[in-house]
Every structure is written in C-alpha cells, then in structure tokens.
C-alpha cells in the first residue's frame, strides 16, 4: 500500500524573522511513518520544519499553504492508498502586526518595540481540501482537545467525518482522556493506550480492509 502521512507543526510568520506556531514534536507521524515502512508499505511523509522528531525520507513544510503545494505536487495520487493526516495545521495566520496601534511592514520587527499587536484571522482548513486531491484513498484526520468530555470530543470527531468527506478520525487530548481514540462516521471503534500501540494497530487495519467496507 502507499500512504502518505502528514505531521509536525506548521507555523505562520509575523515577520521575516519571527513565526507563531503549535506546539507538536512530530513524534506521532514518525512512528507512524517507521511501522507502516516496517510493514513493507511505501510511506510519503510530510513533516513541519519545526519537528523535532525527523526522518531523511520526510518532506518538510513551513506553512499550511506549503504542505498543500507538496501534496498537490505528488506524482500518480490516485494510486495513495491512505491518507492520515496528524500535521498540527495552523488554525490562524497574521494579518497585520501593529507596533504601538501602528500597522507595520518592517522585515524584522525592532526588539526595542514596547507593544506588538498581532490580528490573527482564521486560515482556510486544509483537511476539506485532502478529498479532491486524494479521491479515493482512505482518508484519516486528527481531533485533538483539552476541553470538555470523552463523548463530546468522539461527537467533535464524528461531525469532522461528516463535513470534510474523510473516513475516519483520531481523537485524543486531556479531553478525551488517556490515549486515543479511533472513530468513524459510526462513532468510536477503538482505543489505543500509546502512540506506539495507534501505529501498529493502524498497520493491521488498513491492509486488511478494503475502502468500501471499512467499519
């Protein structure tokens, strides 16, 4: 099979020195880069340049614009067999960064600024885009939340199923507690105690089951 993994954090800049960011290592879609090649699959990995965990093989991007340039750039996407998209994306780009209340376009903002106002505005979701650029993989996105219940987040999950034309969705975060969580339109199918145990489980599932009799 070939699956394209995506993973790391993008991040948008406020000027051509200083950037706003997530907070994600990487870690995730490296292993789960590692066990789909160990289990002889053809992985194309795409990973934020702020990833800590790296692999050679990996492509990396800067913005949510950057990834969607990598992948629409893919050779023979129709033959991507799944897609499992974990890139923390950012949810917001600057609009305007204002020194004192003024509107600046200085390349490198002054250290001596005593006041920076940023205007964030939210940035178009890449995840609404994977299902025309990957017609007929199965596709598999990330929910992840601090806030609220176990039930609420699977909800959260079912509902980014519906409205972005995905397969499947992992969910996790203090909100859905220890863990993770995979879902489909259905609801929640399995739990998974460590990203370890997600990976190697995701291996198992993804071979044994065509597109059209997924759970």
Not at 27 to 55: C, I, N, P, Y
Request: hydrophobic share 40%; glycine share 10%; with cysteine.
């Amino acid at each position: 099979m070939r699956i394209v993994i995506t993973g790391g954090p993008a991040s948008e800049p406020i000027d051509q020195v200083r950037f706003i960011t997530n907070q994600s290592t990487g870690e995730l879609a490296v292993k789960l880069a590692q066990s789909f090649s160990a289990g002889g699959h053809q992985v194309d990995l795409f990973l934020g340049r702020g990833a800590t965990w790296r692999l050679e093989s990996a492509k990396f991007f800067q913005t949510n614009e950057d990834l969607y340039r990598l992948l629409g750039e893919m050779t023979d996407r129709e033959g991507v067999d799944a897609v499992l998209h974990a890139a923390a994306l950012s949810d917001f780009g600057v609009a305007q960064a204002a020194l004192s209340g003024r509107p600046t376009g200085v390349a490198k903002i002054s250290s001596d600024a005593e006041t920076i106002e940023l205007q964030l505005v939210p940035k178009p979701k890449l995840i609404r885009q994977l299902r025309g650029l990957f017609a007929s993989a199965y596709i598999v996105g990330w929910k992840f939340e601090l806030e609220g219940t176990p039930d609420a987040v699977v909800k959260e999950g079912v509902q980014q199923i519906e409205l972005n034309q995905t397969d499947a969705c992992v969910v996790n975060g203090s909100a859905f507690g220890p863990g993770f969580g995979f879902c489909t339109a259905q609801g929640l199918v399995r739990t998974l105690p460590t990203k370890e145990a997600l990976a190697n489980w995701l291996v198992e599932f993804m071979p044994g089951n065509s597109t059209a009799s997924k759970p």
